[in-house]
C-alpha cells in the first residue's frame, strides 16, 4: 500500500489511537471520524448511534476501519448500558457500511476493516476455536453476530471487508490490561476465581501489525481471530505478572465476589476463552510477542 487517505472510526481508542499513529508515521493521511463539527480537513462528521456519517468524506479512501464502540469493560452492564454497547456497533457499522456501498463504484474505498472480538465464539471452555467455529450463546455473542452482519452494505457492494476478532489487549494505557497493572504493582494482583479460565491475548504492537497486515494484504476476507498463538489461563498471567512486576500475586478473588461487584459482566471475565489465531498464522504474519511474559514487558 502507497501513501494513502484512510478514514479511521475510533481513532481516540486504545487501539484505533495506535493504529493511526503507525499509519501516520509510514507518511500515510488518517481521517478521522469525529462527532461533532470538523475542526481540520483530516476530520469526517458521524454519528454512530444516530447512523448518520458524511460520506463524502469517505470518497477516494483506500480503506475505511471502523474500531468505534461504547466499552465492553467501561462500567457494569444495566440494561440501557448493554443496548449502548449494542447500537455503538451495529449502527455504526451499518451507517459507515451504507455510505461506503452509496459512493460511486471508483471512489469506494478497496477495503472495509471492522472491529469485532472474540466475544463472538462465547464461552468454549478447554476447547480451542478458530474462525471455522460457531457463534457461542449469550449477550456478547449476540452483539458480535449482529455487529459483523451490518457490514453486509460493503461486502455485496464488491468491497474486500474483513472483521478483526481481537481478543485482550495486552497495553499499558487502557483496555482491561491496563486496570490490571496498577493492581499488580500495588501487591494485590491475583488469580480471578479458580484461574482455570482461558485467555486469548494479543500484545498492542502486534494487535496494530496485525491490522496493518489485513489492509495491506489483498485477497484477505471475513474473519480473522486478532489473538496470540497460545491463550494462557489467568492463573498464569497472573504468574507472568508476578515475574514481570516483581511482586507477589497471591491474593484470589473469589467468584462469587467478582459477580457481585461486576453483574453480569462477570461471566466474560470469569468465563474462558481459547481462541487462535489460524487464519491469520496461514496468511503469513508472524507474531512479534507470541508469549504472555514478552507481550507484558512490551506493554511497559
Not at 500515510?28 to 469525529?34: D, E, F, P
Not at 456497533?89 to 460511486?104: C, K, N, Q, S, W
Request: aromatic share 8%; glycine share 12%; hydrophobic share 45%.
Amino acid at each position: 500500500m502507497e501513501h494513502a487517505r484512510i478514514a479511521v472510526a475510533g481513532a481516540s481508542g486504545l487501539i484505533g489511537g495506535a493504529l493511526a499513529r503507525s499509519l501516520t508515521a509510514e507518511g500515510h493521511t488518517v481521517l478521522r471520524l469525529v462527532r461533532r463539527a470538523p475542526r481540520s480537513a483530516d476530520e469526517i462528521r458521524w454519528d454512530p448511534e444516530r447512523g448518520t456519517v458524511d460520506a463524502a468524506g469517505l470518497a477516494g479512501c483506500y480503506a475505511v476501519v471502523n474500531l468505534a464502540g461504547a466499552g465492553v469493560g467501561d462500567r457494569r452492564w444495566t440494561d440501557a448500558y448493554k443496548e449502548r454497547i449494542r447500537a455503538s456497533r451495529v449502527r455504526g457499522t451499518t451507517a459507515l457500511a451504507e455510505a461506503v456501498a452509496g459512493l460511486p463504484e471508483d471512489a469506494r474505498p478497496r477495503v472495509f476493516l471492522n472491529g469485532s472480538a472474540i466475544g463472538y465464539y462465547g464461552e468454549t471452555g478447554d476447547r480451542a476455536v478458530d474462525e471455522s467455529a460457531p457463534p457461542g450463546e449469550g449477550f456478547l455473542p449476540e452483539v458480535c453476530v449482529a455487529w459483523e452482519a451490518a457490514a453486509a452494505p460493503a461486502r455485496e457492494a464488491g468491497v474486500r471487508t474483513v472483521f478483526a476478532r481481537t481478543g485482550l489487549v495486552v497495553a499499558g494505557g487502557g483496555g482491561a490490561w491496563g486496570r490490571l497493572f496498577p493492581l499488580f504493582r500495588a501487591g494485590l494482583g491475583g488469580r480471578l476465581g479458580d484461574g482455570r479460565q482461558y485467555w486469548s491475548y494479543i500484545a498492542l504492537h502486534d494487535e496494530v501489525a496485525a491490522l496493518r497486515h489485513l489492509l495491506d494484504t489483498d485477497g484477505l476476507s471475513g474473519p480473522f481471530n486478532l489473538t496470540a498463538p497460545e491463550p494462557v489461563t489467568n492463573r498464569e498471567v497472573t504468574e507472568a505478572m508476578g515475574r514481570v512486576l516483581h511482586r507477589p500475586a497471591v491474593f484470589a478473588v473469589p467468584a462469587p465476589v467478582l459477580r457481585t461487584v461486576l453483574g453480569e459482566m462477570a461471566g466474560d471475565v470469569l468465563g474462558s476463552a481459547r481462541v487462535v489465531p489460524a487464519r491469520l498464522l496461514e496468511s503469513g504474519f508472524r507474531f512479534a510477542f507470541p508469549q504472555v511474559e514478552g507481550a507484558i514487558r512490551a506493554a511497559l
